[in-house]
């Protein structure tokens, strides 16, 4: 009997060892919201796409397309906030403090620079992440959504898995760009900078909070934690793949 016992758990190919638990996924209600905020974020990105080429055609030149897409562009950014949410309460396996890293670096560029620094606006370097972005996100809430549905089809993997390598770098470049172009009219308006005296003997200079974040991007967040950021990505989306 005890023999008998024995050998069933070799079968397994566990030896004498439990089969390893499968993580659990989230519950019916948590993954119905999930396919709702994806295809919402979706189409979202969408728009922002559809956006930029009915301008271009309109205009006849890529030079300030952000202010047709300008509206959308920070409600959805915006409402990648959520995420972070979905983190924090375990409705995804993903890192809260990576998804925040990436979600609040974004938010910040929508509304601390591109929106508060108006002289950038028709800056080709906002077009660029603004391409980059959105490509990037219509891909993968695409994925996300698909995976929730146990239906992905290749091509969207394919692009999930490949096409980051190109656009993670063109990204960063036109934040970088972006930023740089904001500086000397941070300096000149004094935009969001404290100085003293004041009552709180507090000081802030935002000009050069603006260079400490460029040198954050140089040269490891450039080269490693972009790089590595997807392909953390993709092996949680390899997780969330095993869920569902």
């Not at 891909?139 to 549905?149: A, C, E, G, P, V």
């Not at 930023?179 to 000397?184: R, T």
């Not at 954050?216 to 934690?225: E, K, M, Q, R, V």
Request: net charge positive.
């Amino acid at each position: 009997m005890a023999a008998g016992g024995g050998g069933s758990r070799a079968d397994n190919g566990y030896g004498s060892q439990p089969p390893p638990r499968r993580r659990k996924g989230p519950g019916a209600l948590a993954t119905a919201y999930l396919v709702i905020y994806n295809v919402v974020m979706t189409a979202g990105w969408l728009v922002i796409a559809v956006g930029l080429v009915r301008a271009y055609l309109a205009k006849g030149s890529y030079h300030s397309l952000y202010y047709s897409i300008e509206k959308p562009l920070k409600f959805f950014q915006t409402g990648a906030l959520l995420e972070i949410l979905h983190c924090a309460f375990g409705i995804v396996p993903s890192s809260v403090v990576l998804t925040a890293f990436q979600v609040m670096s974004r938010v910040f560029l929508t509304w601390a620079v591109t929106h508060s620094v108006k002289e950038v606006q028709t800056e080709d370097s906002v077009l660029l992440f603004v391409v980059a972005w959105t490509i990037t996100e219509i891909i993968r809430y695409s994925f996300y959504t698909f995976s929730l549905l146990n239906h992905l089809p290749y091509l969207i993997k394919w692009a999930r898995y490949t096409l980051f390598i190109v656009l993670y770098p063109m990204g960063v470049s036109g934040e970088l760009l972006t930023i740089y172009a904001a500086l000397p009219f941070v300096r000149q308006s004094g935009l969001y900078s404290i100085s003293l005296p004041n009552k709180y003997n507090f000081s802030f200079d935002y000009y050069t909070f603006l260079i400490l974040i460029m040198i954050s991007y140089i040269p490891s967040a450039f080269l490693h934690d972009r790089i590595a950021c997807g392909i953390q990505e993709m092996q949680e989306d390899e997780l969330l793949l095993h869920l569902f």
